[in-house]
Each structure stands twice: as C-alpha cells, then as structure tokens.
C-alpha cells in the first residue's frame, strides 16, 4: 500500500508545485491523476519514488517510509516502484533486450552490468514480459528503431520486469495517438490485474481516465480538489479542477541545443 | 541469438569472437607499442614524484622575473600579427586558384589545392627550423614560419567561402556594365568578408599559441627566454613565463571568439 | 542598409559603418595601421638582412635537393618514424582514459559547481599549453626519449577530448538517465546504461580524430628532446645536412597526409 502524506514541493524558484497532498493506493486499484498544465502532476508521481525531491510531508510503500531514506535504501525502494515515463526515456541506442534488462540493474553488481551479464532467470523473464507486451521478435532491435506505441511498451516492459509493488506512470499516453494510447491504456490495466498491484496514472484525456480508472484524483494548482470513482466527475467536479486553468502561463521546453564545437575542431586541427 | 528462453546475449557468436579479436588486437598493439618504447621503467616508476617535485620547485612563481618578460610576449604578439596578416596576403591568391569557380584552369586549381595540402602538413617548428637556417635566428624567421605555415589553413577556408559566393548578384552587376574590379569590389568582398574576418581571428588565435614555441628552435618570442631558464633550471622563473602564456592564450582566445561573434 | 539620417543632404548617401561613425572608423583602421607600423620596426627587420636572407635561401633549397640518406640515415629514420607512430598509440590511450573522468566532472549536468569549475580548469591547462611547452617540461621531469613526449601527448589530449566530450554530455537526454535511476540503478550503473550509450559514437570518432592529431605532434616533440623523429631532424640540420632534412620532412608530409587520410575515411564509416 502506498500513503501519500501531506506532501508538499517548493521548487527553488519559488513555484510552490505541491501544498501538502494526501491520498492512498492499495490492491490493484487504477488510479488516474487529472489536471491542467502546470497542476503538479508530474512533480507529484516524482515525488513518490524522490526523483524530484519533496520538501515536506510523506511518502510510505508499505511500511517503509520512502521520505527519509538515504541514498543506498533508496534504491532499494526504488526496486519496488516501476516508472514509466511520457518520452519513454528508452536508452536509444541500446537493443530492446538490454532496455528491458536495465529494470533490474538495481539487483546487478556494477561488474556484471558493465559485462551485459544478467542471470538467467531475468532473461526468461525478459522473453515472457516481452510476449505480454506483444514485442515478439524485436528484442535484438535497437530502441531508436521502433515506433512510438512500441517503445512505450518496452517502457511499460522494463518497469514490471522489475516485479514492482506499485506503477507509476507519467502521462503515459500523451506522445502516442489515439488508438495507441487506448492499447497502452488497457495493457497497463491488465497488467495492474495480472500482477495484482495498483498503477499511478498522470493523464491530460479526462476520457482516457474515466474508461479505464478505477479511482480519479483531480489536481488543481497543487492540492487535491476531486478524489473519487470516474462515475462521480460530473461537470461540477471538472470546472472544479479545470477552473483557471488556462491562466496558468505556459512554462518553457528545454531546448535542445547543438553545440559542434566545430570552431575547436578545426583550431585544434590547425596546428 | 541462441533458442532457450533463459539466455540472451547481445552478440552472436560471430560477432563476439569478432569483438573479442578486436580487442584481443588492440590491446596486443597496445603493449607492443608500449614495449618499443623501450621505456626505462626507473624513469616511468618515479615519473609522477619527479613532475611533483617540479612543480614544488617552480612554486612560488618569480614575480620580479616578469618584467623581464614584457619584451618577449610583446614580441610574441607581434609575431602572430605580423605572421597572421602575411598568411592572408600571400593566402588571397592561393584561395583564388584553390576555389573551383575562381581558378583560371585545371593545373591552376591543383596547384592552389597542392600548396594548401603542403603548407598545412609541414609543422610550424619545422619552418621555423628552416627560416633560421635562412634568415639567422629571430623574429623574422618566426614571423614567415607562423605565415607559411598558415597559407593552408586560411587560403583553405577563404576558399570555401568563395565557392559559396551567389553567382547572381555577381551576373546582375556584370549585367550593369560593371568591370572586373567592380564586381570583385562590390560583389566578391561583401560576400567573402564575414568569413574572411572570422578566419583572420581564428588563426591569429592559433597563431599566438605557435608563437610562444618557435623560440625554441631561435625563432624568437617568448619561447627563448622559456628555453633559457628552462635549460638554468630557474624554474620559478619558468612557471612565471608558463603563466604569462596561459594568460596570453586565453585572453587571445577570448578576443577571437568575441570578434567571429560580432561578424556571423 | 537604410539608414534615415536626419542631415543627409539630398543627393548625398553614405554607406552605414558598423562603428559609430566615420571618424570613429577611420581612427580604428588608423590605429591597426599604426600597429602594425609598430610590430614590424619592433622586430627590426632590416631590408639588407632579408635580401641576404632569399640569398642564403635559395642556397638551402638547392643544397636540400634531391633529398637522399645513407643506408644508416635510413635505419635512423625507419627507427624514429616507428617511434612516432608507438608513442601516438601509447599515449593516445592514455589520454583518452585520463580523459572521460575529465569530461564528466567539467560537463554541468552531471557535475555539481565545484567539481565541475575543477574540471573546466584541467580542460583550460591543458589545452592552453602548446605541446612543445609541454613536451620540453616532461623531458626535464622524466628525461630525454619517448615517454616524455607520451606524456606531453597525452596531457594535450586531455584538453581537446574532454573539452569535446563535455560537450556532448552537456547535451545528452536526461531521461535515459533518469529511467535507470527511477529503476533502482546505482550512480555508476546510471552512467554505464544512461550515458555511456549516448555519447559512445562520439567518443569513437574524438578518438579517432585525436589519434590523427597526435600522429602531427609526435613527428615534432622530439626537436625538444622528447622521443620520436624530431630529434633526427634536428640533428640533421645541426649538421647542416640538409639533403637529409629533406628526406625526413617529405616522410613526415607523407605519414601526416596518410594518418589524415585514413582518419577522414574511418570518421566518416562511422557516422
Ligand atoms: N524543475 C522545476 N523547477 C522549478 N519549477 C518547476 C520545475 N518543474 C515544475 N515546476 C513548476 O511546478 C509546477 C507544477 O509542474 P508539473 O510539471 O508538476 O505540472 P504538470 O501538472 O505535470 O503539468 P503538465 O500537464 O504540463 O505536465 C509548475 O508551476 C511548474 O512551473
Ligand atoms: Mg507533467
């Protein structure tokens, strides 16, 4: 079971992202998480496994108290939240296989991860997770190769190689199409059934929510305003949420600069 | 890619023995060229206290020793102005013939292409080396050594700028009635100048660094006075040359990067 | 180019400067002049000396034409060309080695302010530092012959690779990296799956490039007493046999266009 404490973030801008946040998960229950840009979406799921680190409040899996921990425990606890992000952040250019295999670097000395040596028993597990997903055939691969639905299923792979006590997933959908995001959508539930354990879903289609959560948490300007079954977001609860949302101004994309350095390369080439 | 679903490797076996070979090579190449050396291991063993031990004898740096030094990195300077600009007078031609759309015929190109290939493989102590047999020791065998030296590199890349000249706006003043010299002034120059300006920084830039080594061969600069007190063994002296030269470099580079920033 | 001006006279056009204005850049262009006024009565380059100078020239070409050796001047060039070639292999690998712990620290996503400013200083010193200064200053630490000159070679590789090398770092994806830390992985198995991979195509082709350019340098560092062929060609001019010299440097612009050559091929295989 996951517990989620008055958690709170302030960015070191200032941004206060999170104002104290309160919810459970247990079972294998779906839960989605709604809300306008700028909600604290993202800053929330990252919170619960400390990729972004919360200033206040509490996170607990289980019984450990994830907030708290220092580095090597959480790691640890690390081991038991599988993540799955929007960009799918495969290491592109590494085959399906290894992308895959690389959920379990946290169980693998740094002398076998440098020789690609993982134990038998993760590579058959490998190939079964691979035909859940329906990966088949491409694990030699490399992950730049594969289309976008693809890939997001090797994310979705590598996170429950894991054997995760809990999902995570960061608007998962939202660099897919349509029909991709509901096949991604419904694997995801399967897999929260199959393996009994509940899944954390950020999520911009409020449709793609209520069709396949179990439970909505509405967030708005960092706090809770909707906790509920799909059946209750009447359109009171999502003016609710969406309220003003559009004010929020839009935050900057990191942008991808290119530097060649060419200017070095031919001065070094001069002399 | 084997058939049990318990093992997975990310080479076949071809391709692993293939990579293991590979490595086997490199590093057989590896210790073969380290044993030609012919290292004296007594020396490679006490390397790193010998090169400590220097350091704390340069330290701390001569600080009255650095007046002394003034005239030899204003004479350094010099020579990588002087050496820089001779380079682009005797590169323009060099470019003209080396620019496919500017060479007057085929032999005329090849020759442009072999002084730029020639000039650039001939190190830049080496022409120091023999403009000291030529003109005695001083800066003015510095001074063509650092010119010669940098014909390829700039006639190079002036060069290119050229071939990517807009033939049209050379056709539309031709069209006006515009001689050769008029097109060269009004269409040529404009299009070849920010390049021509950046490349001129660029190797002042590289030019500099060379500058403050020809000494070692009597070429003058700041290299002489560095081989001197290196050969004394004055080695506070030394670090206050070493830091003199840092100090040039960089603030060298930081010119030349500002001044290719304000011509792009 | 339309520059309003206020005064223009009717009929008058003048063509805007980048400088304030004309005197301004007439004062510039003025000062250069005067500079180099400067620079050339500061070296004292007297006409006679010159004239004598294209004299004694003329006399070296011919007496360096047809570049010829003996049969024991050719064993000391085999000897010292091979001795070139080892010392860019030894210290090639050296300086690649010493150098992605370099680009790591002086690379600002990965590294915190401190070690980062440490590993910018190392990547300034090393480049800033002609190899010649470098190679002179080894020959007194270690003595005469070729490990001098591995170590001036490979202390200069330090600069050009880890300053390139940063570079890429600095514009690697961090979500790669950031999947296998969510997973559990430690900081060196961050690096191993997350970042290795990325820059991997880059770190081929610096090296492949650095080995040409130290390929250039080890036929000159032994003119400072640090191994190679360069001591060879300073001793045949010290002799004053000049026929020599020649022999020497057409097999040096021989080895330096080939090593260039083969450089150019391999890089461009890689991409
Ligand atoms: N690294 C950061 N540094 C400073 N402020 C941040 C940072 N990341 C997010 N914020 C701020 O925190 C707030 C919440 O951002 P968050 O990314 O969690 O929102 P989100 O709900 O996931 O939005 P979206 O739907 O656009 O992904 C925003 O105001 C944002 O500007
Ligand atoms: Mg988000």
Redesign the interface.
Known sequence: MLTVDNLEKTYDSGDKALKGVSFEVSGNEIVAIIGPSGAGKSTLVRSI?R?TEPTGGRVSLDDTEVTGLDKSAL?????D???I?Q?????????V??NI????????S?WN??R?N?P??D??R??EILSRVNLEGV??NRADELSGGQRQRV?IA??VI?RPKILLADEPTSALDPDTSREVMSLLTDIAHEDDIPIIINIHEVDLAVDYADRIIGLSDGEIVFNGPPDDLDQAARDEIYRGGESIADREEPS????T?S????????? | MSNSTDSWSRFDRRERLLRFFGLLAGLVILVAAWRAMEVNYGYAVTAPRELADLFGRMYPPNVGYSREIVGPLLETINISILGTALAIVMAIPVAFLGASNTSPNKPAYLLGKFIISFTRSVNVIIWALIFVVIFGPGALAGVLAISIRSIGFTAKLIAEAIEEIDRGSVEAITAAGASPIDVLIYSIVPQIKPAFISVATLRWDINVRASTIIGFVGAGGIGVPLQTEINYFNWEAVLTILISILGLVLISEAISAYLRKKVM | MAAESGSAVEGSWERPTVFYNKKVKYLIYGLILLFFAYSFWNLRISPSRFVRGIGAGVELVTSMLPPAYTPSQRDLLIQGIVESIVMTIVATTIGIIVSVPVAVMASNNLSPKPVYYVGRSIVAVTRSLHELIVAIIMVKAVGFGPLAGVLALAFKTIGFFAKLLAEEIEDIDRGQMEAITAAGGTPVQTYLYGVLPQVMPRIVGLSIYRLDINLRHSTVVGIVGAGGIGITLLNSFDKYDYQFSMAIIAVIVAIVMVGEGVSALARRRIQ
């Not at chain 1, 991808?256 to 530097?259: K, T, V």
């Not at chain 1, 200017?263 to 002399?271: C, K, L, Y």
Request: no cysteine.
């Open positions: 496994n990729l790691r640890d606890v690390r081991r939240m599988g993540m992000f960009e799918f952040n495969l290491v592109e250019r590494l085959t296989m290894e295999l690389s959920g379990r670097l946290g169980y693998l740094t991860a440098f690609r993982f038998p028993e590579i058959k490998a190939r694990e030699n994310g590598r996170a894991q991808a600069g290119s530097s350095g200017d070095d390369v031919i001065a070094e080439r001069g002399d």
